[in-house]
Antibody, heavy 125, light 107 residues
Framework: QLQLQESGPGLVKPSETLSLTCTVSGGSISSSSYYWGWIRQPPGKGLEWIGS???????YYNPSLKSRVTISVDTSKNQFSLKLSSVTAADTAVYYC?????????????????WGQGTLVTVSS | DIQMTQSPSSLSASVGDRVTITCQASQDISNYLNWYQQKPGKAPKLLIY???NLETGVPSRFSGSGSGTDFTFTISSLQPEDIATYYCQQYDNLGLTFGGGTKVEIK
């Protein structure tokens, strides 16, 4: 059973950089079938996709966050990471990492099937 | 950007009722539409992928249909454990977008 676990500071100061890591267990992050994504959810609000990465390092980001986001992968540690720069209170949210299926039986698809439990990051001085 | 309009934003129904949620895309997305269930304090759970495919292990009372711009998610007989917020999610060449969510409560 695949498991994902987010880790990182729960409190970040305004204008600083938010950094989170997702550790994958029960499977290899280097599988050719999957991307790995970050999604966030402000308190009481809906879900927002942040960006995704392939084990090779190929990335794509939400256009609205692209200028501030960097996602990287460390296959030796079976981890991928998120950096979000110049944070404000609007970046306060629960941040989830997830396995992203992009192909099913040779047909293009795109959904998140395994999710981490989420970690709350608060931006405040 | 493709915008997803999900409705209603909330609904209240009785146990055993048929519940329907819709999601409309601002342009044709073929069948690139997924549905998730999120219970309070928990991560979302995939229920339906590619508009109508039931994820393994998900009860058959959940179903999805549609293609192009109009999609429907149905719970055929609402159960107490179905109380949750439901989200649609689309994908295109720019990325992924979630609908605003529908909170389902028991009447």
């Amino acid at each position: 059973q695949l498991q994902l676990q987010e880790s990182g500071p729960g409190l970040v100061k305004p204008s600083e950089t938010l950094s989170l890591t997702c550790t994958v267990s029960g499977g290899s992050i280097s599988s050719s079938s999957y991307y790995w994504g970050w999604i966030r959810q402000p308190p009481g609000k809906g879900l927002e996709w942040i960006g995704s990465i392939y084990y090779s390092g190929s990335t794509y980001y939400n256009p609205s966050l692209k200028s501030r986001v960097t996602i990287s992968v460390d296959t030796s540690k079976n981890q991928f990471s998120l950096k979000l720069s110049s944070v404000t209170a609007a970046d306060t949210a629960v941040y989830y990492c997830a396995e992203q299926i992009t192909m099913v039986r040779g047909v293009i698809s795109n959904y998140f099937d395994y999710w981490g439990q989420g970690t709350l990051v608060t931006v405040s001085s | 950007d493709i915008q997803m309009t999900q409705s209603p934003s909330s609904l209240s129904a009785s146990v055993g009722d048929r519940v329907t949620i819709t999601c409309q895309a601002s342009q044709d997305i073929s069948n690139y539409l997924n549905w998730y269930q999120q219970k309070p304090g928990k991560a979302p759970k995939l229920l339906i992928y590619d508009a109508s495919n039931l994820e393994t292990g998900v009860p058959s009372r959940f179903s999805g249909s549609g293609s192009g711009t109009d999609f429907t998610f149905t719970i055929s007989s609402l159960q107490p454990e179905d109380i949750a917020t439901y989200y649609c999610q689309q994908y295109d060449n720019l990325g992924l977008t979630f609908g605003g969510g529908t909170k389902v409560e028991i009447k």
